[in-house]
């Protein structure tokens, strides 16, 4: 498998966790108490941090995050705090440097939750609750005493500060397969995990901030997932000043039907704001007129149809204007009548021009992804939920659950880049690598942004960058753009697509040179 670029900051799984943690303790010397104490630390002063005054609730596993939560209580209580313990297993169950905490602790030992509802008082007391039940080895849906736990700690209605993970959530993945913490904020050590950034672990973690817990420099870390960074800018093409409106890249969009020409449109302008030199937009001839009245720099090009949508007796036409061009935005518009699908199909599986296949394309390749595997030039698919459970036959509800597994799948599948979109977009390439978005924008949950991003990805690809590297920048400045677009419009709530469109620019400009 190949590496993580250095503009993915990486995110290790459970079991890289274990290995950087082993490597520490046996190759470095770092006595495992010591990594211990100063992960409690940090999460004290975090959890300090949140809530300055009133009773903290510490809730305690038997294993090593539950030490953790007894060194966090210890240092609370010698600060002055009023801290309680609860734990869900028997006292003697707890092992190793978990043990030598709790002995560490002297008074006040922990009490025992056994059944629901128990110590109900101490959790509606509590100005803060400390989550220190499950650690990043979790995998599962948690049961008994430690379920019931999760249900109160929900319940209690103030502030929680999760150690390393939420509990129930899966590190590696973000999969929630039962009930799980919900935490306003969630000290993790020594690096972000992938269930943090990636949903429905991500909703669950609130604000993730990474602490140094003393692993030394150097720690072995071969990670398969990673964070994009704003370093993925660097990789943005730069026209120069003998650049062309070709050499700066011509984008094909073949697209629209009657009643669905915004997309097509909003592709064309993405594209072209994003540094493509040159567009050409294929639509089906009744229709091409809209273009033209709104976009007076995109050329056009008439296509063959049938009551307003286009046919497969099109295809020609668009691999004859895609001779010239570097890259084809495929689907944006193009609606679901029998003709259009065999459109995007054949043309699909004829082109040979990096493509970025979207919307109603994606449709129409449902349950089909091997036909797209087949492809000559590069390929990114840019699916939804709902448009990846169509290509994979499943539901939308089961690509939520299990997002890492499902894009892998269908990456694998497709031989393809796949962009599966959301606050967390997923872009998994065929050798497994995936590049998470830190999201945070949520002026892009508007109709017309996925043909926005549909276009900057294909402008990327025109320029000749990697699939991969042009989808991960493409999602990245998309992302900027949205923010920006929010913070001019004065809310989230005002956004509209062209206005994240506008704003490319000036993302590019201002979040790349930082």
Request: net charge negative; hydrophobic share 45%; with cysteine.
């Amino acid at each position: 498998m190949r590496t993580l670029p250095d503009w993915c900051e990486p995110l290790p799984d459970a079991e890289t966790m274990r290995q950087i943690d082993r490597w520490s303790i046996e190759r470095r010397g770092v006595a495992s108490l010591e990594l211990m104490e100063r992960a409690g630390l940090e999460l004290a002063r975090v959890a300090a941090s949140v809530v300055r005054d009133g009773a903290v609730l510490v809730i305690i596993g038997k294993g090593n995050n539950g030490g953790d939560g007894l060194v966090a209580a210890r240092i609370l209580r010698d600060e002055g705090r009023q801290v309680r313990l609860v734990a869900t297993a028997p006292l003697d169950e707890i092992s190793g440097d978990a043990a030598v905490n709790l002995e560490r602790l002297g008074g006040g030992r922990p009490l025992v939750l056994t059944a629901a509802g128990e110590h109900a008082a101490e959790f509606e007391r509590a100005a803060l609750i400390i989550d220190a039940l499950l650690g990043t080895g979790f995998q599962g849906e948690p049961r008994g005493a430690v379920a019931h736990a999760i249900d109160q700690i929900n319940q209690a209605g103030c502030p929680v500060v999760s150690a390393d993970v939420p509990s129930g959530v899966d590190a590696s993945t973000g999969v929630v397969a039962g009930n799980a913490v919900r935490a306003h904020a969630t000290v993790t050590f020594h690096a972000a995990k992938p269930g943090l950034w990636v949903n429905p672990g991500k909703s669950h973690a609130g604000k993730v901030q990474v602490v140094d817990i003393g692993i030394p420099r150097g720690a072995p870390l071969q990670a398969d997932i990673g964070l994009i960074t704003s370093r993925v800018a660097e990789r943005l093409p730069v026209r120069d000043a003998h650049a062309t409106k070709f050499t700066s890249g011509h984008v094909v969009v073949a697209g629209g039907s009657r009643g669905l020409m915004g997309a097509p449109a909003i592709t064309s302008l993405a594209a072209m704001r994003a540094g493509a030199g040159y567009v050409t937009a294929c639509v089906p001839g009744s229709q091409a007129h809209v273009i033209d009245v709104q976009l007076m720099e995109v050329m056009t090009r008439a296509l063959d149809e049938r009551d307003g949508a286009v046919t497969i007796e099109a295809v020609p036409v668009v691999l004859d204007a895609l001779e010239r061009a570097g890259a084809l935005a495929l689907g944006p518009g193009l609606g679901r009548s029998d003709g259009a699908f065999a459109f995007a199909r054949g043309l699909a599986r004829r082109s040979r021009a990096p493509a970025v296949i979207d919307a109603d394309a994606l449709n129409a390749h449902a349950a089909l992804l091997d036909d797209l595997a087949q492809r000559g030039g590069d390929t990114v698919l840019t699916p939804h939920a709902g448009e990846l459970a169509r290509l994979l036959e499943l539901t939308s509800e089961q690509v939520e659950r299990e997002r890492v597994e499902h894009v892998r799948r269908a990456s694998r599948s497709a031989n393809a880049v796949v962009v599966l979109k959301g606050d967390d977009t997923l872009i998994a390439d065929p050798e497994g690598r995936i590049a998470v978005s830190a999201g945070a924008s949520p002026g892009l949950a508007t109709a017309g942004s996925g043909d926005a991003l549909t276009g900057v990805i294909a402008a990327l690809l025109a320029k000749s960058l990697d699939a991969f590297t042009a989808a991960c920048a493409g999602v990245w400045l998309h992302a900027a753009a949205g923010r920006r677009a929010a913070a001019a419009c004065g809310t989230a709530e005002g956004v509209i697509a062209s206005d994240v469109v506008a704003q490319l620019p000036a993302a590019r400009a201002g979040e790349g040179s930082r």
